[in-house]
């Protein structure tokens, strides 16, 4: 026995000891850039552990190579798990000094914290003439911007020309020739259109583009910022044109169970004609055998409503911050200026986003023709944009939104108790 | 060995590891939660105090549907004891009687056990699929198309289905537990009432199933408490949908927590969860009564 003492009381010594130094304070952080000379390195971290990741990185290399004193460390974690890194490590005060982040609701608690630098005295050095018009409203808090954004989302109207042209269907331009063009389908054997409500944020977009035909763009955002109540006549109207969509079986009956990528899939493999979603799954589509066989087009208009036909469902989406709390805030700006103008043109050519700054220098031929073709026709000359409400609004009410979206999908729930609900269990919860 | 074993420094220097990771990862979690249960709490800013409210809004005014999860992990639970233990019962009574190919059936009812709960749903998804799902396919095949359904898209029969495939996972379990202790009764006892008449059915029902009373009970246990903290198949299948028609307590507790961000909330399920099981646990501990012995 006394030799397990012994030997236990010498493994304690050691990792006593080990625990000691691991604790010891790290070597004293450097001081702040005084010389222009000295070499400054910038934490970044961003949430691109898949597929857009060799951009992210070509990108970051590049700004390396560039600027030896300005050195850009980046990490990158899994969607899920970012959010939830950086909303703990902002709230602890441990941002790194680029952070990546949404525009709209996710960033808003950071500014109201304090957390984010307003970017204003830096942008008037020609930064915004670069970006495209809107290119920066959804960053923008009280009058002041707190990020660059370098993507945006667009929704379209993916049609398959060959089946419309098979079925001898137009394409619908208003919501009744798109409810006549369902039924058209459905009557020859069809089923029109696609969702993946299993996964509850796909409906959700059919959903919030058929309430910004019904309201306008303002009045959706108003009610987005609390200004304004859901319990009014066009969100609960355009419940109505959604549940009108199902009842007249726009979409398979087994929508409840299938997935986003289901989805996509049936409408990759040429079984339905129509999918309103956003510009992301354009590379997913051209990348099949639909190839030139699918046009992208605005969502259809609603006869006697405020919303027009110029305004999209989506809005700068992805953005580059810098923390309030770095030590090298100047650095960091410039630093994010290259990557935000980089990315974004980078990733319009991969079919990856949408641009938020001006693109004349690249090639339109190498650009994923989907893409392009919602670039030109959705979002140049738009005078207005609503993002997916999912970015507005946060955890619980984006959960609460999902649902009663899905109940109007199971039929649960009439159009007028889900504007009232959106209502109660959203803007009236504070 | 035996002077060992009296020495109660090496007892604690042998217990206390696995007592401290014990305590650690299980027992103070729990006390953890117990407190974030009294918190309303989003999981990253500064929680605040409310009582026993969250409590209060499992039950009382409750408008995420947390009473008819807790009713459905009811239901499965009474599935489970009336239809898969006297299944998996029949079959380790069968088996044991050492009839042909035993090994060969024991290997294959198990075989669901050791598959991963992800396989699993996967496949009892394209079982259960509308348009080439073997369910369906079989129904049409046999003139009964009519009772062809969206499976787990129709919130009447996605609870049915699910539970389906739980059910048919663990009769595999419960199965062997009870083989078990069927053949490590003696054979003198069997040798002995073939001899005075007895029957098969009258050697199971007086001597097998009462000398598995200790095994029954155990797997009335896990079969009912299993049904409270059952996660991962319902999960994996429907994720609680179709408009939460197969939500249980936990896969509620996850939707809660993790896409809500109401942390004190689902920390006061989470509590709920526990106390309903060990409240259980010791309710058919004492519904069972002593062990027979002969």
Known sequence: MKSFAKIGSVFLAVSLVAGLSACSPASSSANPASASNQKVTLTFWNNYTNDPQHIMADTITEWNTKNPNIQINASATENNAYKLKIKTAIAAGNAPDIIYTWAGGFTQPFVQANKILALDSYLNDGTKDKMLTGALTNITYDGKVYGLTYNQQAGALYCNTQLFDKNGVKIPTTFDELLAAVKTFKSKGVTAMTVGEKDEWPGMWYFDMIALRETGAQMSLDALNKKASYNQAPFADAAGKLQDLVKAGAFSANVLSETRDQSVAEFTQGKIPMYFSGNFDASMIDASSLKGHVTAVKFPTITGSKGVDTEYLGGGADALAVSANSKYKDQAVQAIKFLAATYSSRMYLSGGGLPEWKYDDIDESKIDPLSKQIMSTIVQGSTGSVPAWDLYLTGNDAQTHYDLVQSLFGNQITPQQFAEQMQSKVNGNS | ?294
């Not at chain 2, 699929?129 to 359904?149: E, H, M, T």
């Not at chain 2, 083989?179 to 002995?192: L, V």
């Not at chain 2, 073939?194 to 098969?200: C, L, Q, R, V």
């Not at chain 2, 409270?228 to 896969?251: E, N």
């Open chain 2, 1 to 294: 060995m035996e002077k060992l074993l009296r020495d109660k420094k090496a007892l604690l220097l042998f217990v206390f590891p696995t007592f401290l990771i014990f305590t650690t990862i299980i027992i103070l979690p729990i006390f953890f939660s117990l407190y974030y249960s009294t918190l309303k709490w989003d999981g990253f800013s500064q929680g605040v105090f409310v009582g026993i409210n969250n409590y209060k809004n499992l039950f009382m005014a409750n408008t995420d549907g947390f009473p008819r999860s807790v009713l459905n992990s009811f239901i499965l639970a009474v599935v489970s004891v009336c239809i898969q233990l006297p299944l998996a019962l029949f079959l380790a009574l069968v088996l044991s009687r050492g009839i042909k190919g035993e090994r060969f059936f024991r290997t294959v009812y198990f075989i669901p056990v050791i598959i991963s709960t992800v396989v699993i749903g996967q496949l009892c998804m394209k079982i259960f699929d509308p348009d080439y799902g073997i369910v369906n396919v079989i129904l049409k095949a046999i003139g009964l198309g009519s009772l062809q359904r969206m499976w787990l898209a129709d919130p009447k029969t996605a609870l049915g289905a699910v539970f389906a495939a739980m059910l048919w996972q663990y009769v595999g379990y419960h199965m062997l537990l009870m083989y078990a202790s069927a053949k490590s009764i003696s054979t003198d006892i069997f040798e002995a009432a073939t001899i005075d008449g007895a029957s098969e059915a009258r050697i199971a029902f007086s001597i097998t199933i009462p000398l598995m009373k200790p095994i029954l009970r155990v797997c009335v246990i896990f079969a009912v408490v299993g049904s409270f903290k059952a996660f991962d198949l319902i999960f994996v299948m429907t994720g609680g949908g179709p408009l939460h028609s197969t939500d249980v307590p936990t896969t509620l507790m996850y939707n809660t927590i993790f896409n809500r961000s109401q942390y004190g909330y689902g920390s006061a399920m989470a509590i709920f969860i526990i106390v309903e099981c060990l409240v259980c646990t010791v309710l058919i501990q004492k519904a069972f009564g002593k062990d027979i012995e002969y």
